[in-house]
């Protein structure tokens, strides 16, 4: 199954590296949202800020408030993680579950934001549409591997992928 049959589309809110935390927080309080996908000026990713990443700055704060934070002071400057709307279901689990996360922007081959999916948005899939997302085996992809992946933190095998109870 494709990217595109399960992510979010149509309007997605994003930010860009010079909103101030605040009016972010807001957007992703106002939506119901966990996250924000960070976009340029051609709306291509430069990078994904999430509720917990404007909370962690906030704590360590030194005297800023969110109105003077921006974005880009707190965006991780490693690996931009998205996924094609073209690429597999599979695909999606892989990422999330090597890279610990558990939500990705869905781009087109230019780069540019074209949706999100999210752990939600499977999860949403296999219970309303009653659909295997990734048969649950040793060797295949699989929504149970990768949640266990995103919320075993401590697990240092996790960040491999390999899992003794999954």
Known sequence: MKVKEVMTAGTIKSCNSETKLANAAKMMKDDNLGALPVVDKEKKVVGIITDRDICLSLASKNG????EITVKEILSKG????????????????????????RLPVTDKDGR???????????????????????LNAKDENLAKT???LFD??????????SATA
């Open 79 to 102: 690996k931009i993680h998205t996924i094609n709307a073209e690429d597999e279901l599979e695909d999606v689990l892989r990422e999330m579950r090597m890279s610990r996360i558990g």
């Open 147 to 149: 949640i266990k992946a």
């Open 153 to 162: 933190r401590n697990n240092t095998k996790a960040k491999t992928g390999v």
């Open 64 to 67: 800023k408030t969110s109105e």
């Open 113 to 135: 934001l074209k949706g999100m999916i999210s752990v939600n948005n499977l999860l949403s899939r296999a219970i309303t549409k009653n659909e295997a997302i990734g048969e």
